[in-house]
């Protein structure tokens, strides 16, 4: 059974840091590229940030230079380090694993930021 379990996320002041993990099981987590996504209410689903099975990795330009994204391959978990955070990035995050024709989503943790 495949399963994608988020955490860390939470109420944070602006300026303030949180550190994203989705822990994996079920997948051979090394050869899949892993993607974090966001959705704050009312708005569509916007990627944030991805790395490849190889370690590369982009992201979105609202949070280049403030986000790092980062896979663990011997614990099949990628981790979202948020910096420099906003209200603009309240949100929903929710992870995904993917391959071609292949597609796996986490439940998605809350991330509030807000004084």
């Known amino acids: 059974q495949v399963q994608l379990v988020e955490s860390g996320g939470g109420l944070v002041q602006p300026g303030g840091s949180l550190r994203l993990s989705c822990a994996t099981s079920g997948i051979g987590f090394d050869i899949y590229a892993m993607r974090w996504y966001r959705q704050a209410p009312g708005k569509q689903r916007e990627l944030v940030a991805s790395?490849?099975?190889?370690?590369?990795?982009n992201y979105v330009d609202s949070v280049d230079g403030r986000f790092t994204i980062s896979r663990d391959n011997a614990k099949s978990t990628v981790y979202l380090q948020m910096n420099s955070l906003s209200p603009e990035d309240t949100a929903a995050y929710y992870c995904?694993?993917?391959?071609?024709?292949?597609?796996?989503w986490g439940q998605g943790t809350q991330v509030t930021v807000s004084s």
């Open positions: 790395i490849t099975s190889g370690g590369s990795t």
């Open positions: 995904n694993a993917s391959l071609p024709g292949l597609d796996y």
